[in-house]
């Protein structure tokens, strides 16, 4: 069984975060280890409270995994301010599983989940990786329209074309390839970037190329929003993890 290091803040309601990562290895049939960078009091709503662990922390729950275990790949999500991407850093100067970095910045609700000051430390973070999914929003806090010169391949996650989500990759070679499902309903859902590269992390420590992985990724999500679990709120739904298709 493939074993899937997962840096990431946790979502109190378990649509989003470490949560959803977990359930994605599940899926995958992954083994999943967690180190947590921050605690959120969310629903699908809002977000109340973000709280960031102390970086010493974060480097102590590395350390710990890092002797048990030896990683088929990572996925990184929420670090939220420079001295957890330092402690991060550290970690990644050692390890030589593929990396996917999910570039954490904006929620679906419009929430900022990074410090300003932080984006250019997270832009140095990608050189580790193989590969970073921002949605359109970090896109263009990220890259704005300009992917040359890329730190690693990137997955601009989900523009809206003719009823079809359209996924782009721009590779660092320059060259660009799209994929695409059906729209999904409903558009609003959370949980679906943190899933999407948490998918990926498992199809790549797997053996499959990125661009089966992308393919693959995006039907899971595809088939985990239209069978979306309701909540109480009746604000968003939440993804079907567990979905068989």
Known sequence: MKKILIIAGSCSNGGAGLQADIKACAHFG???ATAVTALTAENTDKIKN????????IADQLEMLAAEFSFDGVKIGMLFNEPIMDVVQGFLEKNSAPV????????????????????????????????????????????GDDFTNLPCD????????????????YRKDGSVQNFETPLADPLVIIGAGC????????LLARGESLESAIQQGKEYIYNAIITGIDTNLGVRKLLNHGVKF
């Open 30 to 32: 992954c083994y999943s």
């Open 50 to 57: 973000i709280v960031s662990l102390d970086p010493s922390f």
């Open 100 to 143: 996917v970095l999910d570039p954490v910045c904006v929620s679906k609700m419009g929430h900022k989940l990074i410090k300003d000051s932080a984006i250019e430390r997270l832009k140095e973070l990608m050189k580790f990786a193989a590969v970073t999914t921002p949605n359109l929003r970090e896109a263009d806090v990220l890259f």
């Open 154 to 169: 990137v997955i601009v996650k989900k523009h809206i074309v003719a009823g079809k989500s359209i996924d782009t990759l």
């Open 195 to 202: 899933t999407f590269s948490s998918s990926l992390a498992c």
